[in-house]
């Protein structure tokens, strides 16, 4: 049973490129949640989305992020027109009820020059 | 001002010594506190969850305690190891879990263990 999944490991990207981070769940979850982490400060929560639907996108910014989770596939967080404060490790993490029994994948870092 | 509070930022100890962190929080009501460990370079892992009857919960040489009316949380490591060299990360989960509120997550402790 393979746990949370995401692809790529490391992405490097120029300024005003786009970024396109997958998270593929555990089997058997349906919940999906994105964090951003700068370095040295905490895990910031993005958004929580379920198949198909956001649920809570109060910490996504307004502007170049957005995120989806489709009814089949993984789930993308898609930042536009990169800017180097873009630069962090994303996390993603699943769980199979609201919040509950929560698992973080290894994350994807993302570096913008 | 975060809901969160984890003191210390930064400790170091010695291998084989024992180690308290410590977690306050706000957040009110809440469900359930969680503890994490987050490696270097990796994704945080699951050390304890305690809903707010519960007043300590052990995982192997993890010690996690919770006063639910003082609103502090403690984590207590026994007989270090190198390999508890991480980020330790408090994380409180508002009462209802409702879906539309989030986890509020701690700016976590590193725990450096030297030999």
């Known amino acids: 049973n393979a746990g949370v999944m995401q692809n790529p490991r490391h992405l490097v990207r120029r300024r005003g490129q786009e970024a396109r981070l997958r998270c593929s769940p555990m089997k058997g979850h349906s919940h999906v949640y994105w964090y951003r982490q700068l370095p040295e400060e905490g895990l910031k929560f993005m958004v929580y989305l379920q198949k198909e639907n956001i649920i809570d996108e109060s910490g996504m910014p307004k502007e170049r992020f957005s995120a989806e989770f489709p009814k089949e596939g993984p789930s993308i967080l898609r930042i536009q027109q990169v800017v180097r404060g873009d630069s962090a490790a994303y996390f993603c993490?699943?769980?199979?009820?609201?919040?509950?029994?929560?698992?973080f994948g290894s994350g994807t870092r993302l570096t913008v020059v | 001002k975060n809901q969160v509070e984890q003191s210390p930022q930064s400790l170091i100890i010695l291998e084989g010594k024992n180690c308290t962190l410590q977690?306050?929080?706000?957040?009110?009501?809440?469900?359930?506190l969680r503890w994490y460990k987050q490696d270097t370079g990796r994704g945080p892992v699951s050390l304890t969850i305690m809903t707010f009857s519960e007043n300590t919960k052990s995982n192997g040489r993890y010690t996690a305690t919770l006063d639910a009316d003082t609103k502090q949380s403690s984590l207590h490591i026994t007989a270090s190891q190198l390999s508890d060299s991480a980020s330790y990360i408090c994380?409180?989960?508002?009462?209802?879990?409702?879906?539309?509120?989030?986890?509020?997550f701690g700016s976590g402790t590193r725990l450096q263990v030297q030999p």
């Open positions: 993490a699943s769980s199979p009820q609201t919040h509950y029994g929560y698992t």
């Open positions: 977690c306050n929080y706000t957040v009110s009501p809440f469900s359930n």
């Open positions: 994380v409180v989960s508002p009462f209802g879990d409702t879906g539309r509120r989030a986890l509020t």
